[in-house]
């Protein structure tokens, strides 16, 4: 089985920067989307229901922002939305398919004001222990979303100047850390081991994309069920140079 999660920036846009194009080199099983920006009923008819998929839309109740979604192959039933059902921003989908439970997860941004910083912080407080319940399930669970934090210097070009910056605070590293050793596995980190990078997300100042000088903040993420199936991973750059800023991220599981 081949997931892959994608912050896609707007699908509407997307799909007119290469998205078909891009999934088809993927060739996911199931595919968790971020930050749709949009109602199916605003996209192309053959983007709302496309082919050979089963797809279920969680859009934020504000039009043109925020919005999860789940596409697979097989077909999925849908258990739930939100961390307690309510989730006007559309920013958690849970869903069953051929046997593992996904999670298509969109945290909060925090860099836009301190408003949102503490809305931020108020989400990851109720994360935690909501995603420890998942933890503990006997059957695979796959987490995987835009975590808007970069979890250590390894996941971060400019790891120095960043450091009082949302989205590489140190308690936002300690906050992810502490999912890490919890016992989910960070199966993009346990594939690349101690390397600098991969990158999944690229600032659009100066040449941070042609140059690869981004941040590791999309995650693929399961319990230890998962992690006996677990094969590989990637980051498929081209999908963040191209059709989103960020890239698109695929694990295969045997």
């Known amino acids: 089985m081949r997931i892959t999660t994608w912050n896609v920036n707007g699908l509407r846009a997307a799909l007119r920067k290469g998205f078909a194009e891009i999934l088809d080199q993927l060739a996911p099983d199931v595919l968790l989307l971020q930050e749709v920006r949009a109602l199916p009923e605003q996209l192309p008819e053959e983007w709302a229901a496309p082919d050979g998929w089963h797809v279920h839309w969680h859009p934020a109740e504000k039009r043109g922002y925020s919005g999860t979604a789940i596409w697979s192959r097989t077909p999925i039933e849908i258990l739930g939305t939100g961390l307690d059902g309510d989730d ?8 069953l398919t051929d046997g593992v439970e996904v999670v298509s997860v969109y945290l909060p941004s925090g860099s836009s004001s301190v408003v949102r910083q503490q809305v931020k912080e108020d989400w ?3 994360f ?7 933890l503990s399930k006997r059957r695979p669970v796959i987490m995987g979303g835009d975590f808007n934090i970069a979890h250590t210097e390894r996941d971060i070009f400019y790891a120095k100047s960043n450091e009082n910056m949302s989205g590489f605070l140190p308690h936002e590293r300690d906050w992810m850390g502490g999912l890490i050793e919890t016992g989910w596995r960070d199966f993009v980190r346990n594939h690349y081991g101690e390397m600098q990078g991969p990158y999944s997300w690229w600032s659009n100042r100066g040449r941070a994309r042609e140059l690869d000088r981004g941040w590791r903040i999309d995650y693929l993420i399961g319990n230890t069920p998962a992690a006996k199936r677990f094969q590989s991973a990637d980051i498929c750059r081209a999908g963040g140079m191209t059709v989103s800023d960020h890239a698109p991220v695929t694990i295969d599981l045997d």
Not at 88 to 95: K, L, Q, T, Y
Not at 128 to 134: I, R, T
């Open 128 to 134: 935690a222990p909501w995603a420890s319940q998942l």
């Open 88 to 95: 006007p921003e559309g920013r958690i989908v849970r869903a």
């Open 124 to 126: 990851m407080e109720e």
